[in-house]
């Protein structure tokens, strides 16, 4: 299936089971058909297996709902593509957001709780969420400000602010998170592997897994992929909480309160951009709301989404770091109590962020796929060229991964850097250079006070990581 030409300056692309990103790719050359990965046979998150796209009648119940929420959907050009889908129910819209927040960022949060201490971080937690929630709330306000424009996505919103420039920061910031969490995947990978097999360096286990993550690489349909984005994350957090049973139930001796920090404020900024990254699903705010059928109920449903993400994170991450304090490792599954159960989990853990690596890199194959360089008539040539590319990529993240084989520290720094911008700064940014002529004086000294507060954030979680990182942090993964 083919949409021939874009009728406007973006496309929505797939958005991965993390979360979470809804890009809107580079702008195609004029008059240039879609990339042979036909959309059509693409899925995403954002529109449901009622889209026209796939001639399917919407859900008739709650149960068929439920069904297709395991079955994510479709995605296609952006202002046609929504303006034609069926709006989804609020139980749809609220599955797809906890689906874009819930992600494998839960595995690095009890070592965020041990960096940030338990009461601190149990105190800054919910006033992290309460930010995101403000800024999701602004952004899709100035979104719905510029609607007359055609804006249905993030970078739509960054393009409407300051024009071509505008957009094309917005979508570099979420091209780079996605980027950042292909590498995480990869250092989960090796550091596990290195775990069960000291004796091989996890860079070697890197590039022994390099020319599998290049095979799938290859594939230019996620139709068969896109339904484990759902079962991966139910995956992670049964072997979590088979993991937390487990380890509750063997332990012998009672905990030790003494070895636990209540505050640490030294390394405090390396758990802000942890928990940045875990709270990241900015980018599909857009989407979602543009295909509710009640979009006024959306802000009610997303404060209700960041509670519960709220209450799950804060579970896992300070549970998990009461039951084994100082000796927290900057993995989790190195905490696992040794056997037979520990090894399913880690494989199965392990599989799900390989899948994952494919689904959260597409839409970054198809935002160069489109760049005009790529001269996108269909044929031989353009395949060439677009599967070179996608290897290219694929080892760019690998060298990256290799460069800083530190699970924890990697997340802090995509969480830091493109997380903060996505989730702190961008949002006011865009909120008052669109509506600064209709705001209150209150809401302009909001706009500001927080793009001031991401500033400081960007600068200070970035450059303590980037700290952390040259001293060696924890070394290879734990």
């Known amino acids: 299936m083919s949409y021939g030409t874009v009728p406007s300056d973006e496309v929505i692309t797939i958005v991965s089971p993390e979360m979470k990103i809804a890009i809107a790719s580079v702008p195609p050359a004029d008059d240039a ?41 479709i995605i296609g050009s952006a202002a046609a593509a929504i303006a034609a889908t069926p709006k989804s129910s609020n139980f749809r819209a609220w599955g797809n957001m906890m689906k874009s927040f819930i992600g494998s960022g839960v595995l690095g949060l009890p070592f965020a709780f041990k960096l940030g201490g338990l ?76 775990m069960f ?35 991966a994350n139910l995956l992670i957090f049964g072997g979590l909480t088979i993991f937390l049973i487990s380890s509750i139930v063997t332990k012998e001796t009672p905990i030790d309160w003494h070895d636990i920090s209540l505050f640490n404020w030294a390394q405090f900024p390396l758990f802000f951009g942890i928990t940045i990254y875990a709270f990241e699903g900015t980018g599909l705010v ?87 360089w790529m001269k996108r008539p269909a044929g031989w040539k353009f395949k060439v060229k677009s599967c070179v590319m996608r290897a290219c990529l694929v080892v760019v993240t690998a060298l990256l991964a290799a460069l800083i084989p530190d699970f924890a520290a990697f997340v802090s720094l995509v ?37 001031g507060f991401s500033l400081v954030v960007l600068c200070l979680c970035t450059g303590t990581t980037i700290v952390d990182i040259i001293e060696g942090g924890g070394g290879e993964g734990g």
Not at 211 to 227: D, G
């Open 33 to 73: 058909p879609m990339s042979p990965a036909s959309y059509g046979d693409v899925s995403g998150k954002i529109y449901g297996d009622d889209s026209p796209l796939l001639n399917n009648p919407s859900p008739e119940s709650a149960a068929e709902e439920a069904t297709a929420l395991i079955n994510p959907p």
């Open 415 to 451: 969480g830091a850097s493109a997380g903060t911008c996505i989730s702190f700064l961008f949002p006011p940014l865009l909120h008052y250079k669109i509506m600064r002529k209709s705001l209150p004086l209150w809401r302009k000294v909001a706009d500001w006070a927080l793009m």
């Open 286 to 372: 857009i989407p979602i709301e543009a295909t509710m059928k009640t979009p006024m109920k959306y802000k009610s449903l997303l404060a209700s989404v960041l509670a519960t993400v709220c209450a799950i994170y804060m579970l896992f991450g300070g549970l998990l770091y009461v039951l084994f304090g100082s000796q927290t490792n900057r993995i989790i599954s190195r905490n696992f109590p040794d056997g037979p159960l520990k090894v399913i989990v880690v494989i199965i853990f392990m599989i799900c962020l390989f899948v994952t690596y494919q689904l959260m890199i597409f839409p970054v194959f198809e935002a160069f796929d489109r760049m005009r």
């Open 197 to 231: 097999v000291p004796s091989i360096d996890g860079r070697i286990w890197i590039a022994i897994f390099l020319t599998a993550f290049i095979v799938v690489a290859m594939n230019r349909s996620l139709k068969f992929l896109a339904p484990f984005s759902l079962v």
């Open 119 to 194: 009461v601190a971080a149990l105190a800054v937690f919910p006033l992290i969420c309460c930010i995101c929630a403000y800024t999701m709330f602004i952004l899709v306000d100035a979104k719905r400000f510029c609607a007359d424009r055609g804006v249905c996505t993030y970078g739509g919103v960054g393009r409407a602010a300051f024009g071509r420039v505008g957009g094309i920061i917005v979508n570099t910031a979420l091209l780079s998170y996605q980027i950042g969490c292909c590498c995480t995947y990869q250092i989960f990978i090796s550091s596990n592997m290195n």
